[in-house]
């Protein structure tokens, strides 16, 4: 399956105003982004009369995609919850995310 999500983290940079009124954090950019694949950067965005970071994260070749329990569900003031994928036998955990969208790959396989 091909998962896309979006995933949320609070705006801890410390922003210089540059001429031209962009916005930049004041770190290293390679320290500041760390290893996200492309097209997984993070951008600003408002939420409950604050500015948080959301990215668009897709992951491809997902066999299960798993949901905390309403009970399990972890007390943030970030949209999201923490969302399981099995990829490959592997698992990877996306702290503070929200499915966007879930698509089979190859919907007829599952009909035969």
């Given at each position: 399956m091909l998962v896309h999500l979006h995933?949320?983290?609070?705006d801890d940079?410390?922003?210089?105003?540059?001429?031209g009124g962009e916005?930049?954090?004041?770190?290293?950019?390679?320290?500041?982004?760390?290893?996200?694949a492309p097209g997984e950067e993070w951008e600003r965005t408002e939420y409950g009369g604050r500015t948080i970071q959301r990215r668009s994260v897709?992951?491809?070749?997902v066999t299960a995609v798993s949901l905390p329990s309403i009970d399990d569900r972890e007390d943030s003031e970030l949209p999201g919850l923490?969302?399981?994928?099995?990829?490959d036998g592997g698992t990877e955990y996306?702290?503070?995310?929200?499915?966007?969208?879930?698509?089979?790959a190859?919907?007829?396989?599952?009909?035969?």
């Open positions: 995933q949320y983290r609070e940079a410390t922003d210089s105003v540059r001429s916005v930049s954090p004041d770190r290293d950019e390679e320290a500041y982004l760390g290893t996200d897709t992951r491809d070749g923490t969302i399981q994928l099995r990829i996306v702290e503070s995310a929200e499915v966007v969208e879930v698509t089979d190859d919907p007829d396989s599952a009909n035969e």
